[in-house]
């Protein structure tokens, strides 16, 4: 298992300005995911970010809006550039088990609501 | 894009046994079928995955039908704290096509 965490827990912010948030695992992963969960709604994947290769993006999610960083194998960075109220979310990062797991770990979540 | 369906929400009572079941008609032949549970303000919980038949860890059982267009997820004697919303989430191992259930909230009355 994985043992990660999330920086900030939750964030209020104002439109058209930017957030970063942070996400440490405990130990070396491949694979990390970054997804939104709007209130009592399913969780919707944003990007893959695997280290060493640019992340993918799911469709309606572009870089320009949710730029992320995959500095090593612990580390990664989701910003939410320009917000505006509709990003007003619950946002998650995961990483993926290794040794041919199916199962993600995921963090506490950041969530984050723009005025 | 492929939808994974569930029921919106279930009711039960301590001690009942709750099956939850999980429409995903365009699984793929490489895909395994896992389960999560989220309690507020947390992130899911990964619970239990399986490809076909019938799966069974300490938490909870996992019936897959032979078509694996479908699958059930089983917990045995439900107590308050298994009151949470739970999600099914076809993948293969690339970790590919990660599209969650629409989600069950189950609650679990005394």
């Known amino acids: 298992s994985a043992v990660i965490s999330q920086k900030p827990s939750r964030d209020i912010c104002q439109r058209g300005t930017s957030l970063t948030i942070q996400c440490q695992v405990d130990?070396?992963?491949?694979?990390m995911f970054w997804y939104r969960q709007q209130p009592g709604q399913s969780l919707t994947l944003i990007a893959t970010a695997n280290q060493g290769s640019e992340a993918t993006y799911e469709s309606g999610f572009v870089i320009d809006k949710f730029p992320i960083s995959r500095p090593n194998l612990t580390f990664s960075t989701l910003t939410v550039s320009n917000m505006s109220p509709e990003d007003s979310s619950i946002y998650l990062c995961?990483?993926?088990?290794?040794?041919?797991?199916?199962?993600?770990?995921f963090g506490p979540g950041t969530r984050l609501t723009v005025t | 894009l492929a939808k994974t369906t569930q029921p919106i929400s279930m009711d039960s009572y301590e001690g009942q046994e709750v099956n939850i079941t999980c429409s995903h008609n365009n699984i793929a032949t490489n895909d395994y079928i896992t389960w999560y549970q989220q309690f507020p303000s947390q992130g899911p919980r990964f619970i239990i995955q399986g490809y076909k038949t019938k799966v069974t860890n300490e938490v909870a059982s996992l019936f897959i039908p032979a078509d694996r267009k479908s699958s059930t997820l089983s917990l045995p004697r439900v107590s308050l704290s298994d009151t949470a919303v739970y999600y099914c989430l076809p993948l293969n191992t690339g970790f590919q096509k990660l599209v969650f259930g629409t989600g069950t909230r189950l609650l679990v009355s005394p």
């Open positions: 130990s070396q992963v491949t694979m």
């Open positions: 995961s990483v993926g088990a290794g040794a041919g797991g199916y199962e993600q770990y």
